[in-house]
């Protein structure tokens, strides 16, 4: 089953993947947030995507959901692991840990969140229960046990529409809601991928504690988590391939 990863922040390359060629797809959303990358990672075909554009330029509300989505769908692809760096809300998401979501609260506003709006035969309400693949989870956590790593086998992510950060206030509610950690890119990219019956889940690193927990947040906070974060998303990934 081929597979595709899409990088967030502090990973708009894959380390040790061999680039075979990079693909250009035209979508009818637009245009994906750059090439597709084709390589080999550990012996795997595996595609790549930064989210964000290869040079970090575009912000989580202007990334085009519906173009990655589709161009990688378009590609073959089955599965798709997202990465995503968020903040920690709960006690046990301190700066550094990696975790795998099992829920979702949407925060977001006016994303193109859907491809069920135009010429449609009948209105499609897609199931959303559960909103990550439970096997694609499954491999995940065995991948972070298998690399020795300390990780949280569930949470709930809150997706907020950024690009600034939440307020104290924010937080607090939606600490009350119960999610366990805060990203701005969470959605609508699960919901698209069920659309299009890809299994999708995610990968998290906690950067930074969320705004108000621990006073405000600042971008060298954040800095200097990533890329020591990075590294252990790496070896999850490093370690996933093989189970694929
Ligand atoms: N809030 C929202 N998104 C984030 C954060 C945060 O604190 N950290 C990393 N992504």
Request: glycine content about 10%; aromatic content about 6%; hydrophobic content about 40%.
């Amino acid at each position: 089953m081929s597979v595709a990863i899409i990088g967030g922040t502090g990973l708009t390359s894959l380390e040790g993947l061999e680039i075979t060629r990079r693909e250009v797809v035209h979508t009818p959303y637009g245009e994906p947030s750059g090439p597709i990358t084709h390589g080999i990672l550990h012996g795997k075909e595996v595609m790549f995507l930064a989210r964000h554009g290869y040079g970090h330029t575009i912000p989580p509300h202007r990334v085009n959901y519906r173009a990655n989505l589709w161009a990688l769908n378009h590609l073959g692809v089955e599965r798709v692991i997202a990465v995503a760096a968020v903040g920690g809300i709960t006690e046990s998401m301190a700066p550094g840990t990696i975790a795998f979501p099992d829920q979702i609260i949407d925060y977001t506003w006016s994303r193109n969140h859907t491809f069920f709006e135009a010429d449609l035969t009948h209105v499609t309400h897609i199931d959303f229960t559960y909103p990550y693949d439970q096997d694609l989870r499954d491999k995940l956590i065995q991948a972070a046990r298998d690399a020795g790593l300390d990780f949280i086998d569930r949470g709930t992510y809150g997706a907020t529409q950024g690009p600034r950060l939440e307020t104290a206030a924010e937080i607090q509610r939606m600490r009350g809601d119960g999610c366990d950690m805060v990203g701005m890119t969470g959605m609508p990219e699960a919901a698209l991928a069920r659309e299009l019956d890809l299994a999708y889940a995610t990968c998290a690193v906690v950067v930074n504690w969320a705004p108000g927990l621990h006073g405000i947040v600042s971008m060298d906070d954040i800095n200097a988590v990533l890329e020591e974060g990075m590294k252990k998303v790496r070896q999850v990934l490093a370690h996933t391939v093989p189970l694929l």
